[in-house]
């Protein structure tokens, strides 16, 4: 990873077991706004981690310190982080004058690019349409693509800022589930930004709950039977984050109507 600038601890790797990450006393500011302020966090090899908050906890933050992507902020603390690290934003950020296939192949290196970025793109479900233009694609499409330009790059972390945040309710239940298989068979440490509750129960091993620059709690998933809306197990997780994060979980149940958005707005335009 790139190191950081300004008076940044870098993020580093040396040392650290493949696929780790260790954060420890993480301290993030704007001028005189500190978002993350001590924290503390790791992240197993192969480790599926959901991080929720409200807006301006500091999660975008976080996941740009891993990123090495905050040269405008101060800070302390320490990262360790794998070498090899790629990013899943909500935008695709395909670039409209390369074909799909040219997107996906951006940058990677050697003789076999090709032939790689063909069967990430067939691993989405978009083989054949290699040399189609990104304005041909629909949005559930355009972030397959993303999703193939980051895998062909085999990761040992990968960073997921709501990636699902702008498609309908049926396109993202499609991704949720190509996600998890992707990440099952390639087995990079994932870090998801979310604010869907359910996206993170459906998705993760752990999920997290930043709260004011901290972890506020760390809960794991468990089983599959987690993950089974309607269960018990599901209902009682769901209820548990849904109160970590200030929202009556009588209110946001779906019987009742419309859940509540967590966070209507895209978080921490400055950061």
């Known amino acids: 990873m790139a190191a950081h600038t300004g008076g940044l601890t870098a993020a580093t790797h040396p ?3 493949r696929g780790v990450v260790r954060i420890a006393g993480l301290v993030r500011a704007f001028g005189d706004r500190k ?3 001590g924290l ?3 992240i197993a090899a192969g480790e599926f981690v959901a991080l929720l908050g409200r807006s301006g906890s500091g999660k975008s933050t976080l996941l740009r310190a891993l990123a090495g992507l905050d040269h405008e902020v101060t800070g302390t603390g320490k990262i360790d982080a794998p070498a090899e690290v790629s990013v899943v934003f909500q935008d695709a ?3 409209p004058w390369k074909r799909v296939l040219d997107n996906v192949v951006l940058g990677l290196p050697g003789p076999d690019a090709l032939d790689r970025g063909r069967a990430a793109l067939a691993e989405v479900g978009l083989e054949g349409r290699e040399k189609a ?3 041909e694609l629909s949005g559930g499409e355009q972030q397959r693509v993303s999703l193939a330009r980051s895998l062909v790059r ?3 972390l990968l960073l997921a800022d709501e990636p699902f945040g702008a498609l309908d309710a049926l396109t993202r239940i499609r991704m949720h589930t190509l996600l998890r ?3 099952e068979r390639h087995r990079p440490a994932v870090l998801l930004v979310t604010h869907d509750v359910d996206e993170a129960i459906v998705l993760a091993d752990r999920v997290v709950v930043l709260d004011a620059g901290r972890i506020a709690a760390d809960v794991p998933v468990g089983s599959g039977v987690a993950r089974r809306h309607g269960s018990p197990e599901y209902a009682a997780l769901r209820d548990e984050l849904l109160a970590r994060l200030g929202v009556d979980p009588v209110a946001a149940d779906p019987a009742a109507g419309d ?3 967590l966070d209507p707005t895209a978080e921490e335009s400055a950061a």
């Open 15 to 17: 040392g650290s077991a």
């Open 133 to 135: 233009w990104p304005v």
């Open 35 to 37: 978002v993350l302020d």
């Open 40 to 42: 503390e966090l790791s």
């Open 181 to 183: 298989r992707l990440c």
């Open 259 to 261: 859940p509540p958005a």
């Open 93 to 95: 950020r395909l670039l």
């Open 154 to 156: 085999e990761p040992e």
